[in-house]
């Protein structure tokens, strides 16, 4: 708890803010691997490439540790189900999963 106090301090965030317990670095870390998430579903990356790269920014040594993290919006679930629609109908028009 002391990190977090003395991080959120040095942003101005007093104890009377209601913060203490909303603004856990947890959840920055939380928001962040979502936006992240998102921003590569919309940039048409593959995604599972880029896990390693995500679990190493955050210090991570596998999927397992950086998985807990990663909280399905109902915007993320839409970006997957769309990628995933568009991978199936490829796959029946039976062009090899080229979208």
């Not at 790269?53 to 399905?72: A, E, F, M, P, Q």
């Amino acid at each position: 708890m002391g990190k977090e106090k003395s991080y959120l301090a040095r942003f101005g965030i007093s104890r009377d803010a209601g913060c203490w317990r909303l603004c856990r670095i947890r959840h920055k870390r939380h928001t962040f691997v979502v936006h992240r998430m998102l921003a590569w579903y919309r940039e048409g990356v593959d995604v599972q490439a880029r896990l390693p790269y995500l679990w190493t920014y955050l210090g991570h040594r596998d999927l397992h540790s950086t998985i807990v993290y990663l909280t399905v919006t109902q915007e993320l679930l839409q970006e997957a189900s769309e990628r995933f629609r568009k991978l199936g109908a490829a796959l029946l028009q039976g062009n090899g999963g080229q979208a």
